[in-house]
């Protein structure tokens, strides 16, 4: 028998866990017990617990959604149009009813599969190898085990948001861990200040809002999209989100036409083709990266100069948004360009090309071999080219828009004389800023580990964590490297722990990483021989 420890008990912990089960159909006899340690039911867990506010919705369409196996052959949309009364044509349902879906498959395979699964409701506190394998402990004791998958998502571990800011009410207390009396601690008509300005930022929002009886109305007909806000009355005067340069996140990419999927797919093959020479550059990279850039601009009529487009890639917004000078306006020119209603930008150009290409990116940058100088430039350019490709949906949008019009939501450049006017005792402080991804705080060597698991693992050398970078560096089939780059056996991770040296892990895509598939054939592998070997020594 071989045991199994998985640490975090999300979608990561949920398709690795599908994928054996599915490996161990054809090898009847091997047998595997595998305990999940998550506070959360497993299969949802924490971000996406079923019991989350409604106003908490998909950030991307629900069609990428895909945890089907054997024994609950369905993908979420398939899944939800057997579902009596629901939507099943909503692009963007509420997350909790995609958590009831990925804990009812969770549940299906602990019920009827070929795995022994057993929930741990807990929090792993350490995790330390021992003569037997592995030993993880809690506050309630202490196992051992023969493999240990770390799959701490955004924070099975204990790690917190952010202790500088450790006077505001958490953003979770809001959202996906909604607590009464942190709800209650904001009465009506107060000034709220959110630290931050991305999706977390935009749920609190809504939960301030929509959760607290607010409705919407269609704006009036016409070509632009339009909402207008109905108060309930419960609801804060005043919303201020606040973020570093003042920039709004654009929102998603529409469906663009023929002509640009055409130069994505050509873009496809260059990057592909890249990431199979042996001497590619990151500033070959970088370089391919611009071409497309330009060849979409040509295509789609945006106004878009290859120095635009380096600039904009550089600073993470163009000269003509830049102009436009309030966030919240530059969101509504970024819908209207969507809609083909204004000019396309080299924001729009950029937001069209990242997005198209992300899956091979994903495919070619992982584990690559990075220069200090290289790596920090791509952070940069990665993080600028997200904010543009992976914003809110467009009814997020709409929603955020109609509170600005309404004079109830702005957005200001964080210690700005706006927000610093405000005073401590008038306004209830909210930390939006979630955990970083990776296991560090910042890159190494400089970064502090989010959690005495994660420090006492990096110090023992049991895991690697490479300069520049923020996760944990692990081999082709989420096997952890140890400090000296050596396979430290029955040791792997999964997902946002490797955030860095793998790309994309904030996504509910299946198909995009291919780690946990060959984690689970080294496991199912391991546990057929294991079991002829039992065989053997029974019959001589």
């Not at 396309?344 to 990242?354: E, N, R, Y």
């Not at 979630?434 to 110090?459: D, W």
């Amino acid at each position: 028998m071989t045991r199994i420890a998985m640490i975090g008990g999300g979608p990561k912990c949920l398709f690795a866990l599908l994928e054996l089960h599915e490996q161990l159909r054809a090898l009847p006899g091997a047998a595997v017990a595998v305990d999940v340690y998550d506070p959360y039911p497993p299969g949802a867990g924490r971000v996406w617990n079923t019991a989350q506010p409604q106003e908490l919705r998909l950030n991307v369409n629900a069609r990428i959604i895909d945890a089907s196996f054997s024994l609950g052959p369905w993908s979420f949309d398939q899944w939800r149009r057997g579902q009596p009364g629901l939507d099943s044509d909503d692009p963007f349902p509420p997350r909790a009813l995609v958590g009831q879906y990925l804990r009812g498959q969770f549940e299906r395979l602990a019920e009827g599969g070929l795995l022994r699964i057993q929930h741990r409701a807990s929090i792993a506190k350490t995790l330390r190898r021992v003569a037997v394998g592995w030993e993880i402990s809690t506050g309630q004791g202490a196992e051992t085990y023969d493999e240990v998958v770390v799959a701490t998502g955004h924070g099975a571990t204990g790690q917190d948001s952010d202790p500088s800011c450790a006077m505001g009410l958490p953003a979770t207390a809001l959202t996906v861990q909604r607590c009464d009396a942190a709800d209650r601690s904001i009465a009506a008509g107060r000034t709220v200040l959110i630290k931050g300005a991305a999706l977390t930022a935009f749920d609190v929002v809504l939960a301030l809002t929509e959760g607290r009886g607010g409705r919407w109305q269609e704006g009036p007909g016409g070509a632009s999209p339009a909402l207008r806000y109905l108060p309930s009355g419960h609801e804060p005067s005043t919303i201020i989100m606040t973020s570093r340069q003042g920039i709004s996140m654009a929102p998603k990419p529409l469906e663009s036409g023929p002509e640009v999927q055409r130069q994505l797919e050509a873009y496809r093959s260059g990057v592909r083709a890249w990431g199979l020479r042996e001497e590619g550059t990151p500033s070959q990279l970088r370089d391919l990266l611009l071409d497309g850039a330009l060849a979409i601009a040509r295509v789609s009529g945006a106004d878009a100069s290859r120095q635009a487009l380096e600039q904009t890639a550089r600073h993470g917004i163009c000269e003509q948004m830049a102009a436009l000078g309030n966030p919240l306006e530059q969101l509504r020119y970024s819908v209207e360009a969507n809609r083909g209603l204004k000019a396309k930008t080299p924001d729009w150009v950029w937001g069209v090309l990242w997005s198209g290409l992300y899956p091979e990116l994903v495919s070619v940058l992982s584990r690559y071999p990075w220069d200090a100088t290289s790596r920090k430039e791509f952070t940069a350019l990665a993080a600028n080219l997200e904010r543009l490709a992976f914003g809110p949906p467009e009814p997020t949008a709409l929603k955020l828009l109609a509170l600005h019009e309404a004079g109830m939501l702005r957005h200001e450049i964080a210690g700005s004389r706006s927000a610093g006017d405000l005073g401590r005792n008038e306004v209830v402080r909210v930390n939006a800023v979630t955990v970083a991804p990776g296991i560090l705080n910042a890159p190494a060597p400089e970064g502090v580990p989010s959690s005495k698991l994660f420090g006492a693992l990096l110090g023992r050398g049991e895991i690697m964590v490479r300069p520049g970078e923020r996760g944990i560096f692990t081999d082709t089939d989420g096997t952890c490297l140890d400090a000296r780059g050596h396979r430290n056996e029955s040791l792997s991770a999964l997902g946002r722990p490797t955030e860095d040296p793998t790309l994309g892990h904030d996504t509910l895509n299946r198909a995009l990483h291919p780690e946990y598939r060959r984690w689970a054939r080294r496991i199912a592998a391991q546990a057929a021989a294991s079991n002829q070997k039992a065989i053997s020594s029974c019959h001589p």
